[in-house]
């Protein structure tokens, strides 16, 4: 199947209703995904990037349906990853001198993971490639969003920005376009790919979007490589990641715990009672992280303007969850985040001390030195953990979001 999107320019990639992990088990596709690869038919025909190998055979056949494949006189390939080169190998069999379109890192991305020396043509910011009927495509070099060989055109005549993985979602949809899906299922997706791929590079993100407004394209369409494609009111998209690159946050505090028998989980209860006695208006979330994907917890934090997390102390240490759960906290880079540890213990104690390390060694404001309890909580106790989640909203209130 393929489906014209305007004028000259078709859709040619795949939806994925099926697949539920992205990247080996890195990231959750609660609903499914899209691969979009774009053909653009004017006076010469182009291809931007294909789809991943689990569609190759389908890509390859559906592509011959709507063009001869050695009519395709380029191949631009905006992103060397192999969700849009899964088809590469099998696709070039068949046309082997076309000439790929790519940046410089894509070279060495292609080559370092297929083993072909295939006809690159090396491209920078601002290079252009002539198609004819007063069609142009423009070049714009988007390193580190997300890989280093990362990279947007600009087709001018149809202004349409083909962003690859900028702006998209892992949103599987009968629908092409932004207006014929469900808004909110559309935009926790967004957000989750903005939070768990996006977050680390906020600053470039920033810097790029400005770069991109400052060209004052005129945009009626961004065709991104993942879910939907951006035809109604386009740049809200691009105002939103403008607005999430500024260390977003909500007025949220979202307590993260793990637990072994129940202590941990009635003192996150207790303190989510005095967050809530506090400020009224505050939003608080409990998430069990050993019962809960670890990207959504990572949607969750990316919203908070606080957390709080806890857990028992565990041969001097803490539960798994939580450790697995910094890794990748630490690897986002969040920033203007306040947090707190709390947990409970038997012998030694030490989880709030190791919680405190991890906050501080993730990049978070630690509020206070934390709270402990000696096995399970007595009723003052927990009278403690509230006073102790009203301290933290106190502590933690915004006056603007
Ligand atoms: Fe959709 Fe970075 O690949």
Do not use: P, W
């Given at each position: 199947m393929y489906f014209n999107i305007k004028n000259n320019v078709y859709h040619v990639g795949n939806v994925d209703w099926e697949i539920e992990h992205y990247q080996g088990f890195k990231y959750s596709t609660h609903k499914g995904s899209s691969y979009n690869a774009y053909l653009i038919q004017e006076e010469k025909n182009v291809l931007i990037d294909t789809v991943s190998e689990s569609f190759c055979d389908v890509f390859i056949k559906n592509l011959k349906n709507k063009i001869d494949l050695q009519k395709i006189d380029y191949i631009v390939i905006n992103h060397g990853e192999k969700d849009h080169t899964g088809a590469l190998v099998e696709l070039m069999s068949y046309i082997p001198d076309t000439p790929i379109y790519c940046t410089k890192n894509c070279v060495k991305s292609l080559k370092g993971q297929f083993h072909q020396e295939w006809n690159f043509v090396v491209v920078k910011s601002g290079d252009t490639l002539d198609l004819g009927n007063n069609k142009t495509l423009t070049f714009v070099e988007m390193p580190m969003l997300h890989w280093p060989?990362?990279?947007?055109?600009?087709?001018?005549?149809?202004?349409?920005?083909?962003?690859?993985?900028?702006?998209?979602?892992?949103?599987?949809?009968?629908?092409?376009?932004?207006?014929?899906?469900d808004q909110c299922e559309l935009f926790i997706e967004c957000l989750k790919y903005y939070a768990n791929i996006l977050t680390p590079y906020?600053?470039?993100?920033?810097?790029?979007?400005e770069e991109i407004l400052s060209m004052n394209l005129e945009i009626d369409m961004i065709c991104t490589s993942h879910g939907v494609i951006w035809r109604d009111n386009p740049t809200q998209i691009v105002e939103l990641y403008l607005k999430w690159a500024a260390n977003y946050k909500e007025n949220q505090i979202t307590i993260l715990y793990d637990t072994m028998w129940d202590a941990t989980r009635v003192m996150a209860e207790a303190i989510a009672k005095g967050l809530m006695q506090e400020d009224k208006e505050v939003k608080v979330k409990l998430l069990h992280l050993s019962k809960k994907d670890k990207n959504d917890v990572m949607s969750e934090v990316f919203k908070s303007k606080a957390i709080l997390v806890g857990s028992p102390t565990v041969n001097k240490g803490v539960l798994t969850s939580l450790a697995s759960t910094f890794e990748l906290i630490k690897s986002l880079g969040f920033k203007e985040k306040k947090a707190a540890a709390f947990g409970s213990y038997g012998w030694s104690g030490e989880s709030v001390k190791v919680l405190n390390e991890k906050l501080k060694e993730s990049g978070f404001e630690l509020v206070n030195e934390g709270l402990r309890v000696e096995w399970t909580p007595d009723l003052q106790e927990l009278e403690s953990c509230e006073s102790f989640g009203r301290e933290f909203a106190k502590s933690t209130k915004l006056k603007d979001i």
């Open positions: 060989d990362s990279m947007a055109c600009y087709l001018s005549g149809d202004n349409i920005l083909f962003s690859n993985d900028a702006f998209g979602q892992h949103y599987a949809t009968s629908a092409l376009f932004n207006d014929e899906v906020n600053k470039l993100v920033t810097r790029k979007i």
